[in-house]
């Protein structure tokens, strides 16, 4: 089946600096990633669409400023979260263009 | 926007069968999605829905109902490590867009 993974499993950084998530399709190619973040004890909100070789789709009320997707191949997307706060701790995860494969997650812990 | 609603938690037995709930409303509907995670964890795909009826896979079973914005999972021969969250979602528009419900904890009891 479709694997994707994601760089890091877990992140704590200082509040006001950036994180780069990694996630890569390992055996297929991904025209289309979506990524999502899930507080605790919440479901998954997607944040935006990351489509190879063009810009992001966000979804209404995320910052495309503050959470900077690159999809610069067909087996990389990165989300940035820039100048992190204490608010922006939370799972972020990502898919491929199957809804049946996700990431298995990043923690971000911001102190 | 979409509308997902499922228990936010039920609790069974082990061996029993349960059924989890879920309704929706939406428009452009194009495929209903159940997922089960476990605490710290990603989802893990269970099963998709697309047309009406039931669609068995083992011990896991959903049936969807287009008319009615209805889904339920069914779960047989309950075990232990079944204890999670089993979340519905719903595909709809275009672009291939998942929208979750709030997610279902089930607990399962000896």
């Known amino acids: 089946g479709a694997v994707v993974s994601q760089h890091p499993s877990w992140v704590i950084c200082k509040s006001g600096t950036s994180v780069k998530i990694e996630c890569r399709s390992l055996?297929?190619?991904?025209?289309?990633m979506f990524w999502y973040r899930q507080f605790p004890k919440q479901s998954l909100m997607l944040m935006a669409t990351?489509?190879?070789?063009?810009?992001?789709?966000?979804e209404q009320g995320v910052e495309k400023d503050k959470f900077l997707i690159n999809h610069a191949s067909l087996t990389l997307s990165t989300l940035t979260v820039t100048s992190a706060h204490p608010e922006d701790s939370s799972f972020y995860i990502c898919?491929?263009?199957?809804?049946?494969?996700f990431g298995p997650g990043t923690r971000l812990t911001v102190l | 926007g979409q509308n997902i609603d499922q228990p936010t938690e039920m609790t069974a037995t082990e061996g029993a069968i349960v059924q989890i709930n879920c309704t929706y409303q939406?428009?452009?509907?194009?495929?209903l999605f159940w997922y089960q995670q476990h605490a710290g964890e990603a989802p893990t795909f269970l099963s998709y829905?697309?047309?009406?009826g039931l669609e068995e896979k083992g011990r896991f079973s959903s049936f969807l109902s287009r008319s009615k914005g209805y889904s339920y999972l069914l779960l047989k021969e309950l075990q232990m490590k079944d204890s999670a969250s089993y979340l519905c979602?719903?595909?709809?528009?275009?672009?291939?867009?998942?929208?979750f419900g709030t997610g279902t904890q089930l607990k399962v009891e000896l």
């Open positions: 979602a719903v595909r709809a528009g275009g672009g291939n867009k998942l929208t």
């Open positions: 055996d297929f190619q991904a025209t289309t």
């Open positions: 829905n697309v047309l009406d």
């Open positions: 990351s489509n190879e070789g063009s810009k992001a789709t966000y």
């Open positions: 939406t428009s452009g509907f194009n495929g």
């Open positions: 898919s491929g263009n199957n809804e049946q494969f």
